[in-house]
């Protein structure tokens, strides 16, 4: 019996490519955007807009480290599932970005896939904290309904 193989290693990110986010829809090259934010730069994102657009593109580039090394110790779940075969993420767009204290940030954001021919629309509005200099994901909600985001 053939074990099913793990998680397919994550694609490497052309740095000359534009980048996942919406800044690379606008022309921004990976290397110039998100990339900054992965890899040994994970972590530096200086603010919290710029770390959903670089947590974005790390699902897109399947970059579970550096979903995992920006969440929140409270939130951080022990293990990303793996995303369905067939999920194609199509695009961001960060809606407003704030700061709610010294350490502390919303972003609402829209990000779309589509799976198996049926488009996703994800709305949701993001918390994230400044622990250490590092700015962290919390949580999210839909803005509408003010309910934990992805629970719909
Ligand atoms: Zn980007």
Redesign the pocket.
Known sequence: MAVPSPAPAPAPAADAAP??????AAG?R?AD???RYHGSGCGQAPDAASLM??R??AFVLGRREELLATWHPDTRPPALEADPPGLRWLGLSVKAARRTGPDAAEVEFIARSKLGGRAHRLHERSRFLRVDGRWLYLDGVDPASGQPAGAA
């Open positions: 980048c996942p986010c919406d800044l690379g921004r990976y955007c998100c990339g657009r670089s974005y593109s």
